[in-house]
């Protein structure tokens, strides 16, 4: 038995430290979600690539330690705990801080094994010095922040995660009080939007001042470079920002661009200045569920075949942002539906799309919740996101 594992019982608790035991990690949702319709398997490669030193750049900024739970020798359990240097350098008042660290990527097959589990990622937080949690975070606040606890009976969209709603019981049961919920809003983009909002859209296109673009693929690695600078600048003071560093712009950008298409992503320009941008991916994970995780042996050409030409009914807005000192002005506004707009005929036209989905967003955010509700959307799913101090 490793000198770092921990009993509870007949339950036994170690650290994750070979190649073989992170396999194991990886593999356990595949085994406990197998039957439930509303999981979306990941491609078991991004998996393993999210978990593993060196080749997810959040390891550059974060100290991170996996945990398996084993009971009479099988795993029944993982948790990851970590703290994300980047985040305990933020402002205390933006929900990170000093002494904050998180855990997240939590499975369990009962109460008493995510009980364990939660209690060894809080011991080893404490002895690296933590004094709050902040969970659950899979594992960066970029990735899949919170525990699901609305909208469970349909699949989630490409990039947002998807937990049992008995795991909302067993963290409140160690003793975790909600801190933050983030929504996700849906709307039947084939309807034009209210005719106020359409007013609105057509005194942008008048405008000499203002321009609406495509990105430019051919200049990806530019582009994606300007994006993430108006990203952490329109996102500085929001609850939860961490910024992006350029190896995770990198990252980011690498495994974005299968999938991004020009008239999908718009960079808004306002005198000749980027000042807002508004990313959106037709749902991988339409394409992605009956393929359970494996693209071989022959999941890749269908994979290939939809990336080409992609066919979906859903659209996902998972990141828009409007540049700080703009975002109290109307034009901030106007720039967000001038984008949802253009965006919206692209996606039916050329893509078959007949739904769309925005978020997350927090739910205090009240400039993205009334852009929102002046569309017509509602919210789908609600993630929540919990503290305790240690």
Known sequence: MPAAAHLSG???????????????????????????PSWVPPLRMEAME?????????????????????????????????IDHLAIAQPPEQGMGPGTGNWGMLEATDADVAAALIARAEAWLRDKGMTRVLAPLSMSIWEEPGQLIQGFDHPPTVMMGHQPERYRGWIEGAGYDPVKTLYTYELDITKEFPPLIQRIVQSGEKNAR??????????????????????????????????????????AGKKFKPIVREDLIMVAEYDGEPVAFMMTLPDLNEVLAPMKGN?????????????????????????????????????ASQLAFMMIEFIRRNAISRYG????????ILEDNQGMVAIADAIDSHVNKAYRIYQKAL
């Open 50 to 82: 999210l978990v593993t030193p060196g080749k997810n750049p959040f390891f550059d900024h974060a100290d991170v330690q996996h945990f398996l739970a084993r009971r009479g020798g099988a795993v029944v359990g993982r948790i990851s705990a970590h």
């Open 353 to 360: 799309a007949t739904r769309g989905e925005i978020g997350w």
């Open 210 to 251: 203002i321009r609406v673009r495509n990105v430019d693929r051919s200049k990806f690695d530019q582009e994606a470079r300007l994006i993430l600078d108006i990203l952490n600048d329109a996102w500085s003071d929001n609850w939860g920002f961490v910024p992006f560093t350029e190896r995770e712009i990198a990252y």
């Open 295 to 331: 693209l071989f042996p022959f999941h890749w050409i269908k994979l290939l075949a939809w990336l080409r030409k992609p066919r979906v009914r859903t659209m996902r807005v998972p990141l828009m942002g409007v540049r700080k000192h703009l975002q109290a002005s109307r034009l």
């Open 10 to 36: 007949d339950l036994v608790i170690a650290p994750v430290s070979t190649k073989g035991e992170r396999a194991e990690f990886v593999d356990l949702p595949y085994r406990l979600h197998a039957t439930d």
